[in-house]
């Protein structure tokens, strides 16, 4: 059973920095994209960041490009999300997610075969 487990939430102020981590279990991710979204209240779900587990490609949104870095550690079976220089409206609640293949770009949340709960992160200004 796949299990992707996020840690790493919080509040924080602006400016600040924080960790996502996202722990996979149940499965070799090997031939797997590994992805983190977020979602503000009221808002659609939308793509933060992505990385091959298999070559370490990254890819992000505009948004949290040169900010945010996507990191994973085979050994361990974890995706980092590092988040640096947080805005407010960097609040939302992120999401670990894995899609099947190697796979560049901005994804689509509706194509992810698997997602953790969730991990909240408020910014305040």
């Known amino acids: 059973q796949v299990q992707l487990v996020e840690s790493g939430g919080g509040l924080v102020q602006a400016g600040a920095s924080l960790t996502l981590s996202c722990e996979a279990s149940?499965?070799?991710?090997?031939?797997?994209?590994m992805n983190w979204f977020r979602q503000a209240p009221g808002k659609e779900r939308e793509f933060v960041a992505s990385?091959?587990?298999?070559?370490?490609?990254?890819d992000y949104a505009d948004s949290v490009k040169g900010r945010f870095t996507i990191s994973r550690d085979s050994a361990k079976n974890t995706v980092d999300l590092q988040m640096d220089a947080l805005k407010p409206e960097d609040t939302a609640t992120y999401y670990c997610?894995?899609?099947?293949?190697?796979?560049?770009?901005?994804?689509?949340?509706?194509?992810?075969?698997?997602w953790g709960k969730g991990t909240l992160v408020i910014v305040s200004s």
């Open positions: 997610a894995a899609r099947t293949g190697v796979l560049r770009g901005i994804l689509d949340h509706r194509t992810m075969n698997y």
């Open positions: 149940g499965r070799t991710f090997s031939s797997y994209t």
């Open positions: 990385i091959r587990w298999g070559g370490g490609m990254a």
